[in-house]
């Protein structure tokens, strides 16, 4: 099975994949983790990326694309298959996705896009904090980790607010997305991918709908 979760900032697509890795084994790929991870590790590209990522921009086409394309073809991927998290983002990145699943034989299964109105978005990444050791996703109103101050997953006590959850990087991020969404939408429509999925509901629940999805696949 190979999934791509779409969906703007803040649609849960992060919080939605940790269950779906779990329960099918398919490889999470998140390409903004890989940008974070470069950017922790001052990698060539982690350095390139800093500002752009912490403004709110994508990362050029040809950087990001060349990235999911090495991560690909790795051995894991080719055994699991691979669920992608914010990839693709443009036309071209489609595209280039395109070439490269036909390339390794590893086509599309379908698109989930998790469908959030604009307006609970600010709310949802602003409210949003991250467990510093294994990168669980939590938020001071929606979810709250069962015991205060310790990580539901890993039992750590440490967590942190992304640079770009901070509210000028918020507001770019989301217009950036915004433009960029609707043209990918039909694309993945056009090809009879896309499978829309209500975000607008409890976590467990939207997960119920994704899990009706994804058992056609
Ligand atoms: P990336 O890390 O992908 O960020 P994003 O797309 O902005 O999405 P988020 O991770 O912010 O949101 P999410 O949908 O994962 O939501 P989450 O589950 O955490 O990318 C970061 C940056 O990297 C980009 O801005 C760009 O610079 C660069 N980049 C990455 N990919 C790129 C690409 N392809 N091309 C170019 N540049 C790229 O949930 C959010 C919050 O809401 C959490 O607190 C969560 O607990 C809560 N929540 C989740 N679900 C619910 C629910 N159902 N109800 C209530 N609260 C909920
Ligand atoms: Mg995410």
């Known amino acids: 099975m190979n999934l791509i979760l779409m969906g703007l900032p803040g649609a849960g697509k992060g919080t939605q994949a940790e269950t779906i890795v ?3 084994h398919v490889v999470h790929i998140s390409t903004g983790d890989m940008f974070r991870e470069a950017m922790a590790q001052q990698t ?4 390139k990326v800093k500002s752009i990522m912490d403004q709110g921009n994508l990362v050029s086409d040809d ?14 991927v080719q055994k699991s298959g691979y669920m992608l998290d914010g990839f693709p983002r443009t036309i ?7 070439e490269i699943a036909s390339e390794l034989n590893e ?3 379908g698109v989930l896009y998790i469908d959030v109105p ?4 600010v709310e949802r990444l602003s409210g949003r904090f991250i467990c510093k050791n294994c990168g669980a996703t939590y938020h001071k ?8 101050g310790t990580c539901d997953v890993c039992g750590a006590h440490e967590f942190y607010q992304r640079d770009d959850d901070k509210p000028e990087a918020v507001k770019n991020r989301l217009d950036v997305n915004i433009k960029m969404n609707t043209p990918l939408i039909d694309f993945y429509e056009n090809k009879g991918l896309l499978h829309k999925i209500n975000g607008d509901q409890d976590i467990e629940d939207v997960y119920k709908d994704v899990q009706s999805v994804i058992k056609d696949f």
Do not use: C, M, N
């Not at 950087?63 to 394309?69: C, N, R, W």
């Not at 604009?118 to 978005?121: F, G, S």
């Open 63 to 76: 950087v990001t694309s060349a990235l999911v394309k090495e991560r690909l073809a790795k051995e894991d």
């Open 44 to 47: 060539e590209i982690g350095i």
């Open 92 to 98: 071209a990145q489609a595209e280039a996705l395109d």
């Open 118 to 121: 604009v307006e609970k978005l």
């Open 107 to 109: 086509p599309i299964s």
């Open 22 to 24: 779990e329960q099918y």
């Open 141 to 148: 109103v929606f979810h709250l980790p069962k015991v205060e």
